[in-house]
Structure formats: C-alpha cells, structure tokens
C-alpha cells in the first residue's frame, strides 16, 4: 500500500499529465458555432447590461458563462489564445477539486482514490465539452462545484467538520453551488447528487433521516437557492418551445447510454467523424460496446457481492447516467434531430462525474465478510480454543495468505487494464481532435480580421457569415458586423456605400455585388431630365418577403446630397449621394413590391437606372 506522499505525488502527476493533453488539444483547436454566437453577442452591446448576461441562449439561461466570454471578447477580440487558456484553468481547478473529494470519500482508500481520480481525468466522456469554448464555459464550473460541494457534504455527514468550521463549510458551499447555476442551469443536480453520496457514504439507505439532520444547514441553503434558481430560469428562457417526441427521447437517451457511455468504458469510441458544420460524432466499435457492458456488469458484481452498500452505490450511479439524458435530449427531441446527436458526447462530464464519485465510494464501503459466523455454547468451566496457534492458528494463517494473494492478483488485474483504458481514452482523444480540427471557423477568422485591418477606411454593410461557419437560423448573430464588432482597426459597417466590398467565404476582402431575388426597372427619364423629384415608387419585378436585404441601385443626380430609400414594413434609410452618374449599395429591412425613394436635399433630383434586390456576394457570384 503507498503512503500518503506518495499517493499525492501520483495525483499530481496525473493531474499534470492531464492538463498538459488537455492543452495540446485546445492548442489544436478554435473557434466554433455557439462560441461566435457569444462573441456577436459580446460584440454589439454592453457586456454588463441585463440583456446580455440574461439572454435565453438556446434554452440556457448563463449568465456567468456570458460575463465570462463577454470579457474575453473584449480583452482579445477572436483570439482563441484566451478562451484556451481559460479552459485550461477552469479544467485544472476541476481537477483539482475532483481529487479533493475523492480522497474526502475514501481517505483509507489510497489506491482506489487514485482509481477515481483517474477515471474522471481521462474519461472520453469529458473530452467534447472541454475543447468547445462554449460548452466548456457551461460544464467545467458544474465539475468543479459538484467535486467540491460533494466532498463537503460527506465531511459534513461523517461528523469531519468541528462545530467552530461547520458554518463556513455550508456557507462557502452554498456560494460555490450559485456560482455553478450561474454558468449552468444543470448545475441544480449538484444537489441530488451531493444528497445521495452524503446519505451512501454514511452508511447507505439506512442514513438517510441522520444525514439531513446532521447537515440540515447545508440542504436547506441548496434547496432555496435551486426553487429560486428554477423559478427564474423558466422565466427567462423557455427551455420548453419547438417540437418535442417523447419515442425520439428515448431512442436518444438509449443510444447515448449503448453508444456513447458504456464504450466510454473501455476508452472508446477510436473513431470520430464529422460534417460540417456539425460537431464530430462518435462511431463506436462492437467490442467496445460489449466490453464496456461487461465491465459494468463485472463492476455491479463484485459490488453487490463483496461491498456492503455496493448495490444501492451501483444503482444510483446508474439511474443518474440515464435521468441526466432526459432533459437534455427531450430538448433535442424534434423529428429533424438525428439520432447520432447523442453521440456527440458533449452531455456526459457530470456523468463521468457521478461514476468517479461512485467507484470512490465503492473503495470507501466496508468489505463484506467472507466465510460463515460460528457460534459456540460454553459449558461452565470450558476451555476456550486458543486461536493463535495449533490447527486453527494454521487453518488462520492460510486463509489470509490466500486472500492476499487474491488481493495481489486483483491488484495486478486492475492496473493492467486501467493502463488498457487509459492508453484507449488517449488514443479516442487524438482520433477526436484530428476531426475537430476539420474546422474552418478559424482560418476563416484570422484571414477576415487581417483582411478587416487592411481596409480600416473602408465603409462596409453588412453580410452573413459562410454557412460552414453559421447557419442563418441564429440570425442575427451570423451577421459580420457582431461577429467582428470589437476588432479594432476595422472598417465601419454602415447602411450604405458607394463602394461594395464583401468577405469572401475564406475571409478576403473582396469587390462585391448583389445576387438577383428581385430587379428594379430603370426610370423613364433620363440623366439631362431626372423624374425623382420627390417621393417615388421604385417598381419591383416580384414581391418580396420581409428580409434583410441589400439594395444595388444606379442613378444620375444634379448635385450631391441625400436622399431617403426604404421598403415596405423596414425603417427608412438616409443615403448620400454624389452630382453625376453613380450608384449605391444599401441595406434594408423590409419587403413588399416596390421601394420607396425620396430626395431630401432642396433641388436634388434624379434619374435611376436599373437595380436588383438579394443578398451581398461576391462580384463573381453576383453576375
């Protein structure tokens, strides 16, 4: 058995071993979806105002997570170098509280702590959400609070804590327990969990009554802050809204639980593929799926069979596993959902939480004494059979000798195939960043920011991002002018120039155009007699629907000055113009059929030529 500083020189060392793999892979990595939508958001309005640290993003309801991106973004405006660093940290203090609380739930246990520990560091099931910024932001606080928390609450029940420091536990727990809901609305199963391996480590189902009492200060302040949490969480967001399948559900979780969690076992999946702009998905092999069942299943087994409370422990963990999934994949549940979103892992931290959590306290767990319970009736004045020598002394003797050798070989078998799972996670994680950096966001990113620099005097509209980069349904975060809001130099985003540039899909500044949804027909006049003199109707070929559109018009004025253009249900907009022949790129809100066109400056009158109505492109696509 190692001592204590030798126990703590291993988790030090694999703690290390950890961060330094983990850093290697956010080294490798960027930028993606949900994190641009944050940065957008960070980018075109006050970090510190209500409307953003309470927006509703995508159900959740973060604002802590927003703080957090939102200082990033104005330290180093999309500089993944920041966002690295910040999971690196947020994952060491993880750590670092994980091993806080597994030496908490089995201080004799040295070995199995380590076993622990080890598990939740290397753990596939940690690896998707700690390399997306956005995700990571959600569930490495969760981690940190639910080791810490959880460790807390077994000292507490255990009677660890003296009278004098028992406040300050609870109180120091109850703020990291807001601190986590903050970051994540899913942090309100810290308290179930913390509940549960309190109840378990104090002697299992028979300790419930005895364990809310002794630590009553300590549920009490997690229940109120989570009825106010859950009151205001469905309050802002509405995690409810879309279609939902209660059969999706279910196919969803069983292939989270078959597909995802059991293979994470054995180290798995090997194989990640991906389609862009999705995440990469897990792809499984068959031995993993069966091993990772019989794993479990040998697991439950020698828990049931050797460890008293080894059951209930099994079946907690297990009922957490799947009812974590419910929630989260009912969200998902819509018939358009694939069903290899539950492959996606990024759902599984706080699972590979609770099993750290679980194989602690199975280390912690009186053994179960083998053998059968002799009782002997004593005659007055018999002899009592010694046990320190003759038959049974040798009968003793070989029985423990037996048992340590079994020790020794289940040792033995233990560390090799923790090895085994260990050296499988590492190989599941190279496969996994090698598809996640099948990513274009950030090539993208750094050639627009130089592109943005070198025309800082330039005056650009707006325009979306590549699909590859965003999808138009998270408008208007996929609009350029919130994504690089805070890069500096940068060309002004205006409602109109004389001077079309738009980003091309590698991020270039290039000579723009406007593709053709709708065309405007040229004026009857002419350059030497104008027919705007005044509010006029700009005939379209067709109808449009309400939209941000982009305007390209030509015209002839007779002097410089304003004039005022606007769509049907958009606000109106003031554009300059030049004396002579010119022409305008404009963006505007609206639809409808026509384009309303208006000269302000006194004597300004104008011919228009012919124009289109669609999206900003590039002039080679625009035609």
Not at 398 to 408: I, N, P, Q, T
Request: proline letters at 7%.
């Amino acid at each position: 058995m190692p001592n204590a500083r030798m126990v703590s020189l291993i988790a030090v060392f694999l703690i290390a071993g950890q961060l330094i793999v983990r850093g290697w892979l956010v080294a490798t990595g960027d930028f993606y979806w949900d994190d641009l939508v944050l940065i957008a958001r960070a980018s075109s309005g006050p970090i510190l105002s209500w409307e953003y640290l309470g927006h509703s993003h995508d159900g959740h309801f973060m604002p802590a997570a927003f703080l957090v991106a939102g200082v990033a973004t104005w330290l180093a405006p999309l500089n993944w170098v920041v966002p690295a660093l910040m999971l690196v940290a947020m994952q060491a203090v993880a750590s670092i509280a994980v091993w806080r609380m597994v030496r908490s739930i089995a201080p004799r246990a040295r070995v199995g702590a380590l076993i622990a520990l080890g598990f939740y560091l290397f753990s596939p099931m940690t690896v998707p959400a700690f390399a997306w910024w956005s995700a990571g932001l959600n569930t490495l606080p969760m981690q940190a609070a639910m080791a810490w928390i959880v460790a807390d609450a077994v000292r507490l029940a255990r009677g660890e804590v003296d009278e004098a420091r028992r406040r300050t536990v609870w109180i120091r727990s109850a703020v990291i327990f807001l601190v986590a809901l903050a970051f994540f609305e899913k942090s309100v199963f810290i308290l179930p969990v913390a509940l549960v391996a309190a109840v378990l480590a104090r002697g299992g189902p028979r300790a419930i009554r005895s364990t809310l009492n002794v630590c009553r200060e300590l549920w009490v302040a997690l229940t109120a802050l989570s009825a106010v949490w859950l009151v205001l969480y469905f309050l802002v967001s509405d995690p409810t809204s879309g279609e939902h399948s209660s059969v999706q559900t279910a196919r969803l979780v069983w292939r989270s639980v078959n597909s995802a969690i059991v293979p994470s076992l054995m180290g798995g999946p090997w194989e990640w593929e991906r389609w862009n702009p999705g995440p990469p998905t897990g792809f499984p092999h068959v031995w993993m799926i069966v091993g990772g069942w019989i794993a479990l299943a040998g697991v439950a087994w020698v828990a049931v069979s050797r460890k008293r409370g080894g059951a209930a422990i099994v079946a907690c963990a297990a009922v957490y596993a799947v009812a974590a999934q419910i929630p989260v994949m009912w969200n998902r549940s819509s018939p358009q959902t694939a069903i290899e979103l539950a492959q996606h892992m990024r759902y599984l931290p706080d699972t590979a939480m609770v099993f750290a959590i679980a194989i602690a306290l199975l280390f912690a767990a009186p053994s179960r004494t083998p053998g059968k319970k002799i009782s002997e009736k004593r005659t007055p004045g018999a002899r009592i059979p010694e046990m320190t020598g003759g038959r049974h002394a040798r009968e003793h003797e070989d029985a423990g000798h037996e048992l340590g050798e079994g020790r020794s070989v289940l040792v033995a078998s233990a560390a090799v195939a923790g090895a085994f799972v260990v050296v499988s996670a590492l190989v599941s994680m190279v496969a996994f960043s090698s598809s996640w950096r099948d990513n274009p966001t950030g090539e993208y990113l750094d050639t627009a920011v130089a592109s943005l620099h070198d025309n800082a005097d330039a005056t650009l509209l707006d325009q979306s991002v590549p699909l590859e980069i965003l999808q138009p349904f998270v408008y208007p975060d996929n609009q350029v002018s919130r994504i690089f809001g805070r890069v500096d130099p940068r060309p002004a985003f205006g409602d109109s120039t004389d001077r079309q540039l738009v980003l091309d899909t590698a991020g270039n500044l290039v000579p723009g155009g406007v593709t053709q949804r709708r065309i405007i027909g040229a004026g009857p006049g002419t350059c030497r007699l104008p027919e705007v003199d005044g509010p006029t109707e700009l005939r379209l070929d067709g109808p449009l629907f309400s939209w941000p559109w982009t305007v390209a018009l030509s015209y002839c004025a007779t002097r410089d000055g304003e004039v005022e253009i606007a769509l049907e249900g958009g606000a109106p907009v003031r554009v300059p113009v030049r004396a002579g022949l010119g022409a305008t790129y404009v963006r505007l809100d609206g639809g409808g059929d026509h384009i309303d066109l208006r000269p302000l400056t006194p004597g300004l009158r104008l011919h228009t030529g012919a124009g289109r109505v669609g999206e900003a492109a590039e002039a080679r696509f625009a035609g």
